[in-house]
């Protein structure tokens, strides 16, 4: 009987899962941008403003907390809450440089076939690019601050030191993994809905609510006595949601929830985008 004939024939065999199907995805561009050299530069940089803090907590320990007691330094879980908020230029630095291209660069080349032509889901897809974000997010303000963090404990003379902080690498992971996942898929998300970089980057700059959005809701909300204007900075909100996780007070004068409710929608609307956005097969006309 010709083939053609026989109709439909259930598959009877077995599928094997493969959860790490976004993981190549990463693995490829990942190690790509990290060998550039503005790259290497920046990460240099990044990790030297961490050593420039290590080397003035380890004075400020050694003097039996000195610079702490006299109000110049912040001590406890406020300070590496602060000091994972100092690496914020060079993390919104990277996002920028490793997300802005990453889909739009795809669409451009037509390159989208070529990823769905494996077996790959469009979630897969969304979440291997979002590791490339995260993963540099990760490397210039996790890693370092963690490694700050355990300097800290081990040249510490004073007593319950360790008792006083022992949650925040806790704190440190959840923050920066929602701090990926905001300034991740936002980015992202503009990448799927234009194709000039210059384009995303700016959207993205005001849109995740930095120096134009920043000042306006800053100073509407002084005019108004209305704190929740700062609904509308996407940044100071990300913020707020770690100073909850650090058990410290937070840019903003309203509850922590509402700043979670707010990264929350801006997530999901972005992966809604991103599900829309993204398709294995484009007609162009």
Not at 38 to 56: E, F, H, K, P
Not at 207 to 225: D, E, F, P
Not at 233 to 250: H, T
Request: hydrophobic residues 55%; positive net charge; contains cysteine.
């Amino acid at each position: 009987m010709p083939i053609y004939d026989q109709g439909y024939a259930r598959w009877e065999g077995s599928l094997r899962r493969r959860p790490l199907r976004w993981w190549p995805i990463v693995r490829r561009n990942f190690p790509a941008e990290l060998r550039r050299r503005r790259t290497l530069l920046l990460l240099m940089l990044a990790w030297a403003a961490v050593l420039v803090q290590g080397v003035i907590l380890y004075g400020d320990l050694r003097a039996g907390g000195l610079l702490r007691s006299s109000g110049l330094l912040k001590g406890g879980m406020l300070y590496f809450y602060q000091a994972v908020n100092h690496q914020g230029p060079f993390v919104l630095l990277f996002v920028l440089l490793s997300g802005t291209e990453l889909i739009s660069r795809d669409r451009r080349y037509q390159a989208l076939q070529i990823y769905f032509s494996r077996p790959l889901t469009r979630n897969d897809y969304i979440l291997g690019k979002l590791g490339i974000v995260a993963a540099f997010v990760f490397l210039v303000s996790w890693l370092p601050v963690l490694v700050l963090w355990l300097f800290a404990v081990i040249v510490s003379t004073q007593p319950g030191y360790l008792a006083s902080v022992w949650m925040a690498p806790l704190s440190l992971t959840v923050y920066c993994a929602v701090w990926s996942l905001a300034a991740g898929l936002l980015i992202l998300a503009l990448s799927s809905l234009a194709r000039r970089s210059a384009i995303i980057a700016v959207s993205w700059v005001l849109l995740y609510g930095l120096l134009v959005i920043r000042g306006v809701t800053t100073l509407v909300a002084s005019l108004t006595h209305w704190p929740y204007w700062g609904a509308l900075d996407l940044d100071r909100n990300v913020k707020q949601v770690g100073a909850w996780f650090f058990g410290v007070d937070g840019p903003l004068d309203y509850s922590p929830l509402w700043s979670l409710v707010i990264v929350a929608a801006v997530v999901v609307g972005c992966y809604l985008i991103l599900r829309r956005r993204i398709r294995p097969v484009e007609v162009a006309l």
